[in-house]
């Protein structure tokens, strides 16, 4: 799947402010906009960037002097943060406050959820498509499927890195949609430091048929 692509001309200053500010903090960090197809960032951080000086870490092996009082503390691999204050729409589409996580002080994954009516999610995962596909072009990997009524989907954006919406619940009879952004070949890298026996396979082709 293509999207029809609109104009990116107030764009341009997002990727020049991401190849001047990567991994910095900075109090309007959760105001920025989304940013270009040429380098993918979200706000003023990208994939392989360390965490900003606003973030505290709320899960994994979290160190006392950069954690949340809330954070569930594991020996997990990854460290997840969050920042103190970001986000809480892209477009018109509301969302839970993202996660990032990161490996060896790289960032690897964003997620967060959407917070809508259950009876709205389609339209809802519907207009973030479009606002997604906007700054990052996308490209439909894996056709959307439907279940339990949560339309989920794969794609992939012009820089390269993997977009899925995929089902979840916070209770028995309570479904969400979430988000996840994540950099395969950097993904690939911490699932096989994880499992050494692990086999990275490739991204689907995209979806022709769509």
Do not use: W
């Not at 040429?38 to 606003?54: A, K």
């Not at 990854?78 to 990161?102: C, K």
């Not at 964003?110 to 389609?122: A, D």
């Not at 499992?195 to 490739?202: E, F, G, K, L, V």
């Amino acid at each position: 799947m293509k999207f029809i692509r609109s104009p990116r001309g107030p764009i341009f200053f997002l990727f020049l402010l991401c190849l001047i500010l990567p991994g910095t903090a900075t109090s309007f960090a959760h105001n920025l906009p989304l940013s270009s197809t040429d380098m993918f960032c979200f706000g003023d951080i990208g994939f392989g960037d360390p965490p900003t000086q606003d973030m505290l870490c709320v899960g994994g092996p979290c160190d006392e002097t950069t954690s949340s009082t809330a954070a569930k503390i594991n020996d997990s691999i990854l460290l997840s943060y969050q920042r103190s204050v970001d986000r809480t729409h892209l477009g018109s589409v509301a969302i839970t406050t993202p996660r990032y996580d990161f490996h060896d002080n790289r960032l690897i994954r964003i997620q967060f959820n959407l917070i809508c009516p259950p009876e709205n999610l389609q339209s809802c995962a519907e207009r973030l498509t479009h606002k997604l596909d906007d700054h990052y072009g996308l490209t439909l990997l894996q056709s959307p499927k439907t279940e339990s009524s949560l339309p989920t989907g794969l794609y992939q954006s012009d820089s390269g890195e993997v977009v899925s919406f995929f089902a979840s619940k916070i209770e028995e009879d309570t479904p969400m949609l979430s988000v996840r952004f994540y950099n395969k070949p950097i993904m690939d890298e911490v699932r096989t430091e994880a499992n050494p026996a692990y086999i990275a396979s490739p991204l689907p082709a995209p979806y022709a048929s769509y």
